[in-house]
């Protein structure tokens, strides 16, 4: 079983950063696929950053240019950068981790295994 930390979620302003973080437990996390989901009141949970096992990055449009996700397998743990925050960033932000076998791609929400219990992510205007 893996489990999965998020933090890093706060209340910010429209211009200002944030940074999550997702903690993985577990011995091989270096072969996971990582990804980061969101979710809005009233809206479905969507795709919003993933990364491979040998670091290629995925990034939903709505988010190219200001998100960055990176992974520190020495500390099992994956970053997403959030820059330029806008109030439309404003969600619960899960992290996701795929353990390997899914023909999926990372942008479905069913390749994961293992999901965090999500950050809040508020951004005022």
Do not use: H
Not at 62 to 90: A, C, H, W
């Amino acid at each position: 079983q893996v489990q999965l930390v998020e933090s890093g979620g706060g209340l910010v302003q429209a211009g200002d950063s944030l940074r999550l973080s997702c903690a993985a437990s577990g011995r091989t996390f270096s072969n996971y696929v990582m990804g980061w989901f969101r979710q809005a009141p009233g809206k479905e949970r969507e795709f919003v950053v993933g990364i491979s096992w040998n670091g290629i990055t995925y990034y939903a449009d709505s988010v190219k240019g200001r998100f960055t996700i990176s992974r520190d397998n020495t500390k099992n743990t994956v970053y997403l950068q959030m820059n330029s925050l806008t109030p439309e960033d404003t969600a619960v932000y899960y992290c996701a981790a795929d353990r390997g076998g899914s023909s999926r791609s990372v942008q479905s929400q069913y390749r994961y295994d293992y999901w965090g219990q999500g950050t809040q992510v508020t951004v005022s205007s």
